[in-house]
């Protein structure tokens, strides 16, 4: 199970850090991703982190800005995102799959969170 949280109202510009508790002790047999889904689109990939945290994947429109990391001791990985725009505005989801952490689809990932909500105001 996945717990999202640290959603928020932020101005653009700004800065906010999604965090995503796991439950189990198995959590870091697990490469994790955030995805987020804005009204009326598809979700779509943001980042994920291998299951040591050594490597990391971004989405090309957030690379510079955003920033996965994970804390296999707190079960929990996390989502640092900077200069926040309004199109980063969304729900924010993320997900663990037992395979390998270069995965950018959804029907790739076996667990969700429920997802937080990020708004981005201009």
């Known amino acids: 199970q996945l717990q999202a949280s640290g959603g928020g109202l932020v101005q653009a510009g700004g800065s906010l850090r999604l965090s995503c508790v796991g439950s189990?002790?198995?959590?870091?047999?697990?490469?994790l991703g955030w995805f987020r889904q804005a009204p009326g689109k598809e979700r779509e990939f943001v980042a994920a982190i291998s299951k040591s945290g050594s490597n990391t994947l971004e989405r090309n429109s957030v690379k510079g800005r955003f920033t996965i990391s994970r804390d296999n001791a707190l079960n929990t990985v996390y989502l640092q995102m900077n200069s926040l725009k309004p199109e980063d505005t969304a729900v924010y989801y993320c997900?663990?799959?037992?395979?390998?952490?270069?995965?950018?689809?959804?029907?790739?990932?076996?667990?969700w969170g429920q997802g937080t909500l990020v708004t981005v105001s201009s």
């Open positions: 997900a663990a799959r037992g395979g390998d952490y270069r995965a950018i689809r959804t029907p790739s990932y076996d667990y």
């Open positions: 189990g002790r198995t959590f870091s047999s697990y490469a």
